[in-house]
């Protein structure tokens, strides 16, 4: 199976430590960086022709997030991934303690449809200053912008440390199957309840982001074509 293949990739990957470099995170970070910015058009297309979303609309709230996520890490990567001096109980007080920030290994980012960009590369980018490895399955429902992701990453990157995986239902399930050492989600507490069930088989540890319905009520005052709109 070639999604299994290209996990044992990436862990093989993280295994040599190249992973670890603050410059190696910051030099992809900032790849990526460019990349956003130089397909902006293709970006701008895509999720045009899944939701009819304006260019405007698409940058304040989707590019604008994931540059300022990029730029954020590349300013302060140095000091977030230092050792941080804590307090020594009174047991071990000839001792000193520290905790560190190690990356985890192989992350899988399972993104939501309604900010497609943001709520995949968003994680993504997480992932890539914390010195991860990481495969990213897009939502299926915004197809375009799902087939741009993958453009952009599987055509730049290798795919033993980025890789955007296409598919839907049986593609996820698949994942799921897979052990991760971390999986991060973001959708609805039904389908969170399944990743976590899947996750639980493997220990892998879950970050899940969920969200619902945000009802809406229109009064007989109101105009009703501005309401529909």
Avoid at 21 to 46: D, V
Avoid at 82 to 106: A, E
Avoid at 108 to 132: K, R
Wanted: with cysteine; proline share 3%; net charge positive.
């Amino acid at each position: 199976m070639e999604i299994e293949k290209i996990l044992q990739g990436q862990k093989d990957f993280f295994k040599t430590q190249q992973t670890k470099n603050i410059a190696f995170r910051k030099m992809y970070l900032e790849k990526l960086r460019n990349l956003l910015i130089a397909n902006e058009g293709m970006l701008y297309e895509a999720i045009n022709k899944d939701f009819g979303k304006s260019k405007f609309d698409t940058f304040t709230t989707e590019i604008s997030f994931l540059l300022k996520d990029i730029d954020y890490y590349l300013k302060n990567l140095k000091s977030l991934s230092k050792p941080k001096k804590v307090g020594t109980n009174l047991v071990n007080q000839l001792g000193s303690s520290k905790i560190y920030s190690d990356p985890l290994g192989c992350i899988l980012v399972i993104g939501a449809w309604n900010y497609p960009y943001q709520l995949s590369l968003s994680p993504l980018i997480a992932a890539i200053a914390a010195g991860n490895c990481c495969i990213l399955k897009p939502s299926e429902i915004a197809e375009n912008t799902m087939m741009a992701m993958a453009t952009i990453i599987n055509e730049n990157f290798p795919s033993d440390y980025l890789y955007v995986y296409e598919g839907g239902i049986d593609e996820t399930t698949a994942l799921l199957h897979l052990k991760f050492d971390k999986i991060f989600f973001t959708g609805s507490t039904k389908v969170g309840k399944i990743i976590y069930k899947a996750a639980a088989e493997h220990l892998t540890p879950v970050v899940l982001e969920l969200g619902g319905k945000s009802p809406a009520i229109v009064t007989k005052e109101a105009n009703l074509e501005v309401a529909a709109k």
